[in-house]
């Protein structure tokens, strides 16, 4: 089956600095990733999302990159704000099946 | 578009007794939805798939007896847990998939339950 590795679990920024959340997958089949941004106590919210036939989508400070060869796919927040502390997770979505596999989640706290 | 809605938000119930959650596809008809638990500052662990109209596949080590999950329409599904002790103390949240995106999954807001 899938397995999503992601890095680093803590990220910790200072408001206005760029912030990077790496993401590997092992599926070659899997061809949508997902992001999620969940907040404390509540479900996560997908933020932006990618296809395998695309290597990179943008939406406004957020950005992800996808390289099918290596089977990496990195989160890009730029300018970042307080109000993105959050838990990020990453997902790979294999087209068989449509069942994500999630990564553990990268806390990213923005001071400030 | 592509709202879930997750009810309820927190509940606490004694020890043996059974609990209903329920999960909402507001504007999209939702072919598959999924069930997830969480622990505190842990991922998602998939608990299991059900489909509209067919029973639900559960993950390896998730008691079906105990986790009775419902699909009934192409807008709910319900997940109970039956005779409820404090270590299914949790945070449980569903997700979605649109029948018109079968590759995408939307979120409820989760329900935090807590057994005393």
């Known amino acids: 089956g899938e397995n999503v590795e992601q890095h680093p679990s803590t990220l910790s920024v200072q408001e206005g600095d760029s912030a990077v959340i790496k993401c590997t997958y092992s599926d070659s089949a899997s061809n949508y990733f997902p992001w999620y941004k969940q907040e404390l106590g509540k479900g996560p919210q997908l933020i932006i999302d990618i296809r395998s036939n695309v290597g990179e989508k943008k939406d406004q400070r957020i950005a992800v990159t996808l390289n099918k060869t290596a089977k990496h796919f990195s989160l890009h927040i730029t300018e970042t704000q307080p109000e993105d502390s959050a838990v990020y997770f990453c997902a790979a979505t294999p087209g068989g099946s449509y069942i994500p596999t999630f990564g553990r989640g990268t806390s990213l706290i923005v001071h400030p | 578009g592509a709202v879930v809605s997750q009810h309820p938000s927190r509940v606490i119930c004694k020890s043996g007794t059974s609990v209903k959650i329920e999960c909402r596809s507001l504007d999209f008809q939702a072919t598959t939805m999924f069930w997830y638990r969480q622990f505190p500052k842990k991922s998602l662990m998939l608990m299991a798939t059900?489909?509209?109209?067919?029973?639900?596949?559960?993950e390896q080590g998730v008691e079906k007896d105990k986790f009775l999950i419902n699909h009934a329409s192409l807008t709910l599904s319900t997940l109970t847990v039956t005779s409820a002790h404090p270590e299914d103390s949790s945070f449980y949240i569903c997700s979605a998939r649109p029948r018109s995106r079968p590759t995408e999954a939307f979120f409820g807001q989760g329900t935090r339950l807590t057994v005393v």
């Open positions: 059900s489909n509209e109209g067919s029973k639900a596949t559960y």
